[in-house]
């Protein structure tokens, strides 16, 4: 497990939908002026909430094994094709579905496709979805089941 990734403090509700937000907001930001998201945290006047800094770090921190994952779920859409919003929402979940076992895996997905109907395309929320599940399931099988 990744430094990033061990449980917190309980959040107050709604402050973890806040955070990962702000995170995508964040990671946006970062590939669109081309710079890393690490370099976009230093140079912000006002610091994000700590959970928000935690995910940046996390999918920096695990970037290659998070673009695999995507890559090898998301059918035939290669991740430089996949609007700017949907891969980084993407890499944002996939993180939380590696590296935060303290967050349900129903509630990382809930929260990912509602974040991709409030800011990408039409089709994102069932994208996001259909990526993620492959993703949650290759990652965090279900009790029970054989991996």
Do not use: C
């Amino acid at each position: 497990m990744t430094s990033v990734g061990r449980p917190g403090a309980a959040l107050a509700p709604g402050a973890r939908r806040r955070s990962r937000e702000r995170a995508l907001e964040l990671l946006y930001e970062a590939e669109s002026k081309g710079v890393t998201p690490d370099l976009l945290l230093v140079e912000l006047q006002v610091q994000p909430e700590q959970y928000a800094t935690e995910l940046i770090r996390g999918v920096v921190e695990l970037a290659g094994e998070i673009d695999d994952l995507i890559v090898r779920h998301s059918k035939e859409w290669a991740l430089d094709r996949m609007p700017v919003v949907d891969r980084q929402l993407l890499r944002l979940a996939t993180f939380e579905l590696l590296a935060r076992a303290d967050v349900p895996t129903a509630v990382v997905l809930d929260e990912a496709v509602e974040l991709a109907k409030s800011y990408s395309t039409e089709n994102s929320g069932r994208f996001v979805n259909g990526v993620l599940a492959a993703i949650a399931a290759n990652v965090r099988p279900a009790p029970g089941r054989a991996e």
